[in-house]
């Protein structure tokens, strides 16, 4: 689904080149629940950004089902983001003012028709998350763990092909982290949709997941827990 070709990235600060990606080249498979992991400065969410369109590399291509991000325009990345990729972040990125369900609905307010005809959905998918009595709550009113299970729930309401989840975990504690990943894991198998996960921890990883470690900008890795 995904081909990163001798992808770099280096950043500007000041007058300093700082490298964060020294041509790293990878494949995701369709369908598949993939793991990126590594240490803290290694690489893992730029690559994760990049493949969502929403970081250019300074060299190398990503290939997304056959199609050349560096090929695309401005619209059209915008469209493959908001039809195809489910972007979940470690901080939720939930609207303080909104409902669940409206949040849930966030990328579609601004066009009411497809909001009132998108509203079922978001109603069916917070309930196959267990929110299913949270669904006027604001985000003050959920813990942490609901609060992301709502940020799953609008990823998931696009259908995309593709989910890319940067340490979905990272504010939960042990027993949220598990839920989460229990609800990412059905859908996952109910969609067949293609899984991407940053994270430092890897309780989270089964025998089947593909694993990427990253070290220094490059893949250091590659393989499955059960081969380990």
């Known amino acids: 689904m995904i081909r990163v070709e001798n992808i770099t990235k280096t950043y500007q600060r000041g007058s300093v080149e ?10 995701i498979e369709t369908g598949t629940f993939t793991f990126f992991v ?38 059209e990345r915008d469209q493959l983001r908001r ?6 972040f470690q901080s939720f990125n939930l609207l303080s003012n909104l409902t669940a369900v409206d949040n849930v609905l966030a990328p579609y307010l601004t066009i009411p028709r ?13 309930r196959q998350v267990g929110l299913s009595d949270r669904l006027d709550h604001r985000p003050a009113e959920l813990s942490g763990g609901e609060q992301q299970r709502v940020a799953i729930a609008r990823a998931l309401l696009k259908k995309p092909s593709l989910i890319l989840a940067d340490e979905p975990t990272g504010e939960l504690d ?3 982290g598990a839920e989460v990943f229990q609800h990412l894991r059905r859908l996952h198998a109910e969609l067949s949709t293609t899984v991407v996960v940053v994270t430092h921890d890897q309780r989270y990883i089964q025998p089947d997941d593909r694993v990427l470690e990253i070290r220094d900008g490059l893949i250091a890795t590659a393989t499955s827990k059960a081969d380990s």
């Open 114 to 126: 497809d909001a009132t005809q998108k509203r079922p959905e978001a109603i069916k998918l917070l």
């Open 18 to 27: 700082v490298p964060v990606l020294r041509g790293l080249s990878c494949e």
């Open 174 to 176: 042990t027993e949220n």
């Open 38 to 75: 590594g240490p803290s400065g290694s690489g893992k969410s730029t690559l994760l950004y990049l493949m969502g369109a929403l970081d250019e590399p300074t060299s190398g291509e990503i290939v997304l089902r056959e199609r050349k991000l560096s090929a695309m325009g401005a619209r």
């Open 83 to 88: 039809n195809e990729i489910g972007f979940i």
